[in-house]
C-alpha cells in the first residue's frame, strides 16, 4: 500500500490560514475568516477549486518545500529537470507590531526569484467564489488585476506584466517578482520596499515569539514547529482557537467520516491552551478567557461544545457537490456536533483558566470579578454529574456516562478548589471539594475489577484511549501499580503498530474505526513516560515523529500498516500530543536532546 501524505505547508497570521502544494498552488484559502467561504479550495475539488500556482512553461520538475528556520513563512524551490533551472516561490502572511497593536492583513504575499538560469515561468489565479460554483472574473487596470463578483475587492497587485497573467502567458524569469493577494482594502504603495519590509518584519515577528517560550531541549525542533502551527490556529480578533483550518479530510479512504473542523471546541481549546501555558505565553490565554465569556448559552444556560470563531451558536451542517478530497464525499461545510451534549467541557474550561488564578503574574483584581462566571461552571458540572452525554468523541447516537466526562469534572473541580483560594471564596471552595468527590465516584464506577482497569462508560467494558488521561492528569497520584494495571488493558485492547493507538475498537455510528488517532498515540507516550518506562517512551515518540509529512506537520489520524496520513491537517490535537509527551518525556530525563 503505498503511503499518503498531505503534500503542503500552511502560512498564516492569526487573521487566515493558506495551504500550498509542493507544486506551488494555494490548494485552501478562506477569506475572510478561518470558517469563511473559500476563494481557493483546489484541496477539495481540482476543477472548482480554482488554483494560484507560479509554475514552469513546461517539462518535468522537482519541487522541495521548508520554513524558514524558526518562522511561519514557507519556502518553495522548483528545479527544472530538463535544463537545471531553478526559482523559488516564498509565501507568508504579514505580522507583526506596528502602531501598538497586531498588522495582520488579509493578504498573501508571493516572493518568486531565480535561483539558476532564467527559467519560463506561469502565473496561474483563478480565485472563485461561492464553495466553487462561480469562477471571479478578472478586470485589468494599471498595475493590478481585479477579481469582480466576490462580497469584497479581492485584488492582485504585482511588479511583472499583468498581461502575462490575464493571458496565461510564460514569461522569463529575470529578477525578483512580487505579488500581493489581498481581499477587501487593497495595497495602495510600493510593491518591491512593501513586500522587503513585510518580509523582514515578518520573520523578524516569528522569531521574537519562538525565543519568547520556553522549550524544552527534548527534541527541541519538533516542538518550535508545532508551537508556531498552534500560533495560527488562533483567531486573534475574538480569541477563538480553531481544532484545523480545513474542513472534509476523510479519516480514511471512503470511510464517510468528513468533518469541518474550523470551529472552536472548548475542549480543543483546553488542549491548547495547555501548552500555551507551558510554552510560558499568556497572551493567547488572555484573549481566550474574553471568548468564553462572550459565548451564548441556551436557555437553562449550558454551553455547547463548539462555536463559531466569533461565538455564533448555530453551525448547521450542510452537504456541498465538490468532489471532494480525492474524491472522497461528503464534504461538509457547519459541523452538526453543535447540538451534542458533551459536559465535560465545563471542566475543561476550569482547568484552561487555572493559570490566569494560580500565577503570581496576575494581579488579584484582574480576574477578581469572574467569581459569578466560575460558580456558573461549578453549577453545571453539579447538574451535568448524573447526565449521559456524547463523549469527547461526538458518537451521534451513542449516549453514555463516559469515564472521561468524570474525570474532566474531577479535574474541574479541583481547578476550581484553587481558585476559590485565590479569590477567598470559601462558599466556592466548598462547592468545589463536594463536586470533586461525587466525580471520584463516578470514575470509580466505571472501573472493572476482572480487568484492572477503567472503562469507556459506565456499563460497558469497552476500552477508550481518553482514559489513557487518568494516568496523565494524575488521577491515580502515585500509585504507580494501579496507573500501570490500567495501561496494560489499554495496550492489549487498543494499541497498534508502531505505537500508535486506536481511539476504541467497538461499532460507532459510521462502523469500527479504521485509523489510529495520532493524540492518542501521544498520550500512550507520556503515559508510558508517567508510570517510569522510559524506554518504551522515548523509543515510541522518536517512532511517532516519523509519521510527519516533509515539513513536520502531523494529521489527525495515520493508517497503521502504510504509515499514511488521514483527516483534517495539520490537526492542532496532534501536534500539542507531540508537544505535551515531549515535554513529560523531557522533564524525566533531565538531559539536553536538541535533535
Not at 501598538?100 to 526569484?113: H, Q, T
Not at 467569581?371 to 468523541?393: R, V
Not at 474525570?407 to 481547578?415: E, I, M
Request: proline content about 4%; some cysteine; overall charge negative.
Amino acid at each position: 500500500m503505498k503511503k499518503h501524505l498531505y503534500e503542503s505547508g500552511l502560512i498564516g497570521n492569526c487573521a487566515y490560514i493558506a495551504h500550498i502544494e509542493k507544486n506551488t498552488n494555494v490548494s485552501w484559502l478562506c477569506f475572510p475568516r478561518f470558517d469563511s467561504d473559500f476563494v481557493f479550495g483546489g484541496m477539495l475539488d481540482r476543477k472548482k477549486g480554482g488554483e494560484f500556482t507560479i509554475l514552469p512553461e513546461k517539462g518535468d520538475f522537482n519541487s522541495k518545500q521548508e520554513y524558514l528556520e524558526n518562522t511561519n513563512i514557507l519556502k518553495t524551490t522548483i528545479t527544472l529537470d530538463e535544463d537545471g533551472d531553478s526559482y523559488s516561490v516564498t509565501d507568508f502572511a504579514p505580522r507583526f507590531h506596528n502602531f501598538d497593536r497586531y498588522f495582520k492583513p488579509l493578504m498573501v504575499i508571493r516572493k518568486i526569484e531565480p535561483i539558476k538560469g532564467e527559467p519560463r515561468i506561469k502565473i496561474n489565479c483563478r480565485p472563485v467564489t461561492e464553495r466553487g460554483n462561480k469562477v471571479l472574473k478578472p478586470s485589468m487596470s494599471s498595475n493590478h488585476i481585479d477579481y469582480l463578483g466576490a462580497e469584497q475587492e479581492i485584488r492582485l497587485t504585482t511588479n511583472c506584466s499583468i498581461n502575462y497573467v490575464m493571458e496565461d502567458m510564460a514569461f522569463r524569469l529575470q529578477r525578483p517578482i512580487y505579488l500581493f493577494f489581498t481581499y477587501g482594502r487593497p495595497l495602495e504603495a510600493a510593491v518591491e520596499k512593501t513586500a522587503e519590509t513585510f518580509l523582514q518584519s515578518t520573520t523578524q515577528y516569528w522569531r521574537e515569539w519562538i525565543k519568547s517560550t520556553s522549550i524544552p531541549h527534548f527534541y527541541q525542533r519538533l516542538v518550535v514547529r508545532s508551537a508556531l502551527v498552534l500560533k495560527i490556529h488562533q483567531f486573534e480578533d475574538t480569541g477563538a482557537i480553531i481544532a484545523a483550518s480545513t474542513t472534509s479530510l476523510p479519516e480514511s479512504p471512503g470511510s464517510t467520516r468528513n468533518w469541518d473542523y474550523r470551529y472552536c471546541w472548548i475542549r480543543d481549546s483546553y488542549y491548547t491552551l495547555n501548552v500555551f501555558n507551558s510554552l510560558g505565553h499568556f497572551q493567547e490565554l488572555e484573549r481566550y478567557f474574553e471568548y468564553i465569556q462572550n459565548l451564548p448559552t441556551n436557555s437553562r444556560g449550558r454551553y455547547q461544545p463548539l462555536y463559531s470563531i466569533t461565538g455564533s451558536a448555530v453551525l448547521e451542517e450542510q452537504l456541498s457537490d465538490l468532489s471532494g478530497y480525492l474524491d472522497n464525499k461528503p464534504v461538509r461545510f457547519g459541523n452538526q456536533a453543535f447540538t451534542h451534549i458533551q459536559n465535560d467541557l465545563y471542566g475543561q474550561v476550569l482547568v484552561s483558566l487555572l493559570p490566569l488564578y494560580a500565577d503570581k503574574r496576575f494581579i488579584e483584581s484582574e480576574k477578581s470579578h469572574s467569581a459569578p462566571f466560575i460558580n456558573n461552571l461549578l453549577d453545571k458540572i453539579s447538574e451535568t454529574m448524573n447526565e449521559k452525554d456524547a463523549g469527547l468523541w461526538e458518537f451521534r447516537n451513542i449516549q453514555q456516562e463516559h469515564c472521561y466526562t468524570f474525570l474532566f469534572h474531577w479535574a474541574g473541580a479541583c481547578a476550581a478548589i484553587k481558585i476559590a483560594e485565590r479569590l477567598q471564596d470559601e462558599g466556592m471552595k466548598s462547592k468545589a471539594i463536594q463536586l470533586k468527590h461525587e466525580a471520584k465516584q463516578k470514575i470509580e464506577s466505571c472501573y472493572v475489577p476482572e480487568m484492572k482497569a477503567y472503562a469507556q462508560a459506565i456499563g460497558t467494558k469497552n476500552m477508550d484511549a481518553s482514559t489513557l488521561q487518568l494516568i496523565t492528569m494524575g488521577y491515580f497520584g502515585n500509585d504507580i501499580e494501579r496507573a500501570n494495571n490500567h495501561l496494560k488493558m489499554l495496550e492489549k485492547d487498543l494499541l497498534a503498530k508502531d505505537y500508535l493507538f486506536y481511539r476504541y475498537k467497538h461499532m460507532d455510528d459510521f462502523g469500527v474505526p479504521e485509523t489510529t488517532f495520532l493524540i492518542c498515540a501521544f498520550w500512550y507516550i507520556e503515559a508510558l513516560a508517567c508510570v517510569n518506562r522510559m524506554d518504551e517512551a522515548v523509543e515510541g515518540f522518536e517512532t511517532l515523529i516519523q509519521h510527519c509529512n516533509h515539513l513536520n506537520l502531523f494529521s489527525e489520524d495515520v493508517e497503521q500498516h502504510s504509515g499514511s496520513q488521514w483527516g483534517n491537517f495539520p490537526q492542532a490535537y496532534s501536534h500539542v500530543g507531540l508537544m505535551n509527551a515531549a515535554y513529560r518525556i523531557g522533564l524525566k530525563l533531565d538531559r539536553p536532546n536538541f535533535l
